[in-house]
């Protein structure tokens, strides 16, 4: 799991924007809403590569959303 102070600096490595930290059913992932893109978080280490994220179609946008933990305020 990542911890608050790290997730705080991390951003987006496509468009430098803050991302959402999501619990799925057996994992974690770090959500870009904005791109809809998803990046998987390894044995606790994201893995930050534009060419490694996954695209999210509608439904599962409207399911990490509503998973999502509280929006980081920067």
């Known amino acids: ?27 974690e992932v770090l959500y870009n809403p904005r791109l809809r893109r998803a990046y998987r978080i ?11 994220a996954t695209d999210v179609g509608d439904d599962e946008h409207a399911r990490l959303i509503g998973r999502a933990g509280p929006a980081d305020p920067r």
């Open 1 to 27: 799991m990542i911890d608050d102070e790290l997730l705080a600096i991390l951003v987006c490595p496509a468009d430098r924007g803050p991302l959402l930290r999501v619990k799925r059913s057996a994992d």
């Open 42 to 52: 390894e044995d606790g280490i994201p893995v930050l590569l534009i060419d490694e």
